[in-house]
């Protein structure tokens, strides 16, 4: 079992639906990251929390760490949103590394 | 500033062949990482390191080399190609190792080993 589990793997959406990209992991983190990556690109740093929520324009981020759970929302979705999500968590303090382990992203193609 | 830059884009190589891929960032990051990205599977972290001269093994090393000879280049080479190294490489780099320390990534290289 992966240490990271996303769902959905692919999402298919209509412009300006709202959309819930979620994350489980069972590791004991420092912090989440969620990234996006778009098709032919490369990937950027959307949020990195360890606690609450998160806001950045139409993209929330919530985390709760006794579940273990993450979502990323995005409101008033739009084609441009059409991008694999990925949801990564860090090690817990002490490591030796930055390490980070990611999911394998959640494919979300938004339809005009 | 470019940010992280790989080159090459692309690459196809015949099994057996060797090749250095080139990651350079111009942000005067310390941790600067190699990861491999497959379908249907997460990032995977290859080599990592930690400061210039320094180089570490991450989950999946075997098969590549990594050197850190200056601190704004980070070299991943592989000596003699196999189909199964057939991968999109990404190349990352932060600023320090804190859990809040965002890692920048470069546009990708993807590698075709015939």
């Known amino acids: 079992k992966n240490e990271v589990e996303q769902s959905p793997q692919n999402l298919t959406a209509q412009e300006g639906e709202f959309i819930t990209i979620n994350c489980s992991y069972s590791v004991g983190i420092s912090a989440l990251h969620w990234l996006q990556q778009h098709p032919g690109g490369g990937i950027v740093s959307l949020f990195m929390?360890?606690?609450g929520k998160k806001k950045h324009g139409r993209l929330i981020a919530t985390i709760n760490i006794q579940e273990k759970h993450s979502s990323l929302h995005i409101t008033a979705s739009h084609p441009r949103d059409s991008a694999v999500y990925i949801c990564a968590v860090r090690a817990p303090y002490g490591g030796a590394t930055n390490k980070l382990i990611f999911g394998t992203g959640t494919l979300l193609a938004v339809q005009p | 500033n470019a940010g992280v830059t790989q080159t090459p884009k692309f690459r196809v190589l015949k099994t057996g062949q060797s090749m250095t891929l080139l990651c350079a960032q111009d942000?005067?990051?310390?941790?600067m990482y190699w990861y491999r990205q497959d379908p249907g599977m997460g990032l995977r972290l290859i080599h990592y390191s930690v400061g210039e001269g320094t180089t570490a093994k991450g989950e999946v090393p075997d098969g590549y080399n990594v050197s850190r000879l200056k601190k704004q280049n980070f070299l991943l080479g592989l000596e003699s190609a196999a189909p199964s190294q057939t991968s999109v490489y990404f190349c990352?780099?932060?600023?320090?190792?804190?859990?809040?320390?965002?890692?920048?990534f470069g546009p990708g290289t993807r590698l075709t080993v015939l």
């Open positions: 929390l360890s606690s």
């Open positions: 942000m005067n990051h310390e941790y």
């Open positions: 990352a780099s932060s600023y320090g190792k804190g859990p809040y320390n965002e890692q920048f």
